[in-house]
């Protein structure tokens, strides 16, 4: 089989190098370098061009997303707010009826808001009393304290062998 395949590469191979070679009834050759050369830079141009269209296509897309969204300085947002009986204050975007209700306006470039620490910097920032309290609540052990408890359990079979022993001396005699 892969005789066959190599013999049939060749074939092809030695095909497209006659039509180099082979002439037409005009006295052509059915194939020359420079259709090649003309071919592949028209194959390069159309290319090209095909990419400028979806680059200027993408970059329309985009615009047309992005002038959708409202940036966040130009967003107002109103909120109620009112006091119940009990003095504890309630926020709503909706006006109550029962209390007075006051109008507050808030503008988002007022807000400060902080990014989330991603899981590397939440490690990074606790110290190893936390690290080590996290740890044992996930589930997730230190190595060296799994094979401390391992070495502790047989200390603790080689003594409950002993004591086996011991216990049957007595009975033996």
């Given at each position: 089989?892969?005789?066959?395949?190599?013999?049939?590469?060749?074939?092809?191979?030695?095909?497209?190098?006659?039509?180099?070679?082979?002439?037409?009834?005009?006295?052509?050759?059915?194939?020359?370098?420079?259709?090649?050369?003309?071919?592949?830079?028209q194959a390069m141009y159309k290319l090209k061009q095909d990419a400028r269209e979806g680059i200027e296509q993408s970059?329309?897309?985009?615009?047309?997303?992005l002038a959708n969204f409202t940036t966040p300085s130009e967003t107002v947002t109103q909120v109620y707010k009112w006091?119940?009986?009990?003095?504890?204050?309630?926020?709503?975007?909706?006006?109550?009826?029962?209390?007075?209700?006051?109008?507050?306006?808030?503008?988002?470039?007022?807000?400060?808001?902080?990014?989330?620490?991603?899981?590397?910097?939440?490690?990074?920032?606790?110290?190893?009393?936390?690290?080590?309290?996290?740890?044992?609540?996930?589930?997730?052990?230190?190595?060296?304290?799994?094979?401390?408890?391992?070495?502790?359990?047989?200390?603790?079979?080689?003594?409950?062998?002993?004591?086996?022993?011991?216990?049957?001396?007595?009975?033996?005699?």
């Amino acid at each position: 089989m892969k005789r066959f395949c190599y013999f049939a590469i060749t074939l092809l191979l030695f095909s497209v190098v006659l039509l180099f070679y082979i002439k037409r009834p005009d006295g052509q050759a059915y194939i020359n370098s420079n259709d090649v050369s003309h071919a592949a830079e028209q194959a390069m141009y159309k290319l090209k061009q095909d990419a400028r269209e979806g680059i200027e296509q993408s970059k329309q897309a985009i615009s047309n997303q992005l002038a959708n969204f409202t940036t966040p300085s130009e967003t107002v947002t109103q909120v109620y707010k009112w006091q119940d009986e009990h003095g504890q204050w309630h926020y709503s975007d909706i006006p109550s009826e029962q209390y007075h209700t006051i109008l507050v306006t808030l503008d988002e470039k007022d807000m400060t808001v902080l990014p989330a620490l991603s899981a590397d910097e939440r490690i990074a920032s606790q110290t190893p009393a936390e690290v080590k309290r996290s740890d044992s609540t996930l589930g997730v052990y230190d190595p060296r304290s799994v094979q401390q408890l391992y070495e502790n359990a047989e200390n603790v079979k080689e003594l409950m062998e002993q004591r086996q022993k011991q216990l049957k001396q007595p009975l033996d005699n």
